[in-house]
């Protein structure tokens, strides 16, 4: 009933329910949130979700969820990333990139290949790093930032983090160009930061830009402007945009199901597992190639949903008229 009410409300905004995933080119400037506001109201979606905070500095890669693939958003947010980014040497601030004050300023010594190198190589594989102060991680309920803009002394804890490749791409005076691929919760404000202690000089972050999210490997990311173009064209123009909810769970064994399958899965009811021996969490997939589900064979060899989709509704065979 609350979300009968709750469509009721939207539909009465001139809002829709809309089901998809929106893989968007975050411009500079703009926070998160912002971002994913200024997509919903151009798609006019009743429900939607990013998958992973992007600073206001950084631009690129932002999945936006929206319907039931906001179910969904919680996986991609803890999945590997890619980044291109940029720092200068010899200067600290108080956020760790170019938007703080200054704290410090140092000399930097000559670098050579070698010894960039060696500083990047104590930084790969499973380091610990020290979050930002000015970040959004929480502390008694409220982000780090807030505290650290009111003057607290803010001390976030160190935490372990996979760095799966970092390199350099380019060195030119105080600038350095990296390429970086991380896994969930590494903050590449503080790898800069560790970097330029690690060359004795201090270092911020002046660009960054996120190049892919797993699964998206090749993404064909889609700017405001040309979300505001579609918008322009009609409903249809914007809904080829979106990917379907199966594009965020690729990473996932396929489990095709038979129309007696799919619509007990769809009732939320308990079937034999149908899948390989040895198979473990699968995305199951109706005839039509829609996906129903999360699922994973249970201890008694039976299908657990570890996740329903509300998708349209499946007709029972037997209730068809002759």
């Known amino acids: 009933m609350a979300k009968a009410s709750r ?12 089901h998809g995933i929106l893989l968007l080119d975050k411009p500079l400037g703009m926070s998160s949130n912002q971002a994913l506001q200024a997509a919903r109201k151009l798609l006019r979606a009743t429900k939607g979700g990013h998958t992973g905070a992007l600073d206001p500095l ?35 601030t108080t956020t760790a990139d170019l938007e703080g004050e200054v704290v410090a300023e140092r000399s930097v010594p000559p670098l050579d290949a070698a010894t960039l190198e060696q500083a990047l190589a104590t930084l790969r594989g499973r380091i610990v790093q020290v979050p930002p102060a000015y970040s959004a991680l929480k502390q008694d309920g409220e982000p780090l930032y807030m505290k650290a803009r009111r003057g607290e002394a803010v001390e976030a804890p160190p935490r372990e983090v ?15 160009r990296l390429r970086v ?14 970097l330029g202690e690690r060359l004795g000089c201090g270092a911020h972050l002046t660009a960054l830009r996120r190049l892919w999210v797993e699964p998206f490997r090749e993404p064909a990311m889609v700017t405001l402007g040309e979300l505001e173009q579609a918008a322009g064209q009609g409903e249809a123009a914007l809904e080829a945009l979106l990917m379907p909810l199966g594009a965020g769970v690729t990473d996932l064994p396929a489990l095709p199901l ?65």
Not at 7 to 18: E, F, P, S
Not at 73 to 90: D, I, T, V
Not at 162 to 169: G, T
Request: charge should be positive; charged fraction near 25%.
């Open 7 to 18: 469509n009721l409300r939207g539909l009465r905004r001139g809002l829709r329910d809309l």
């Open 258 to 322: 038979d129309g007696p399958r799919a619509l007990a899965i769809s009732r939320g009811q308990q079937i034999p597992w149908p899948g390989p021996p040895g198979q473990g969490r699968s995305a199951a997939y109706g005839p039509d190639g829609q996906l129903l589900a999360l699922v994973e064979p249970d201890a008694t060899g039976r299908v657990r949903i570890v996740r329903g989709f509300n998708v349209a509704r499946l007709e029972d065979p037997a209730s068809r008229p002759e």
């Open 181 to 194: 691929e991380c896994g969930s919760g590494t903050y590449i404000r503080s790898l800069a930061v560790d």
């Open 58 to 92: 950084a631009t690129g890669l932002l999945p936006l969820c929206f319907g039931e693939a906001t179910k969904i958003a919680g996986m991609l947010l803890g999945s590997r990333k890619a980044y291109l980014a940029e720092c200068r040497l010899g200067v600290t």
């Open 162 to 176: 996979q760095i799966h490749r970092l390199e350099l791409l380019a060195h030119e005076g105080d600038r350095l």
